[in-house]
C-alpha cells in the first residue's frame, strides 16, 4: 500500500507530508514494512518496462 494517498485521523492531512506524529509514525512504518511504498504507480511501470526490456535482449542475445 503506498501512503501518498491516505489522510490521517488525527489531523486531515495526507499521511505523507508527516505533519503531526501520529502522520509521521504512520508513515516510518509504512516505510518499514515495505520499501517499495514510496515508489509512485508511474515509476513502478517504468522500472517494469526495463525489466521486460532487459529480458528481451537477454533472450535475443541467447537466440
Do not use: F, K
Amino acid at each position: 500500500m503506498t501512503y501518498d494517498r491516505l489522510v490521517c485521523a488525527n489531523c486531515a492531512a495526507p499521511v505523507s507530508e508527516g505533519r503531526c506524529p501520529v502522520c509521521r509514525a504512520s508513515r516510518e512504518r509504512l516505510q518499514q514494512e515495505n520499501p517499495w511504498s514510496g515508489l509512485n504507480p508511474a515509476a513502478l511501470i517504468a522500472l517494469l518496462a526495463v525489466l521486460i526490456a532487459a529480458v528481451v535482449l537477454l533472450a535475443h542475445q541467447t537466440a
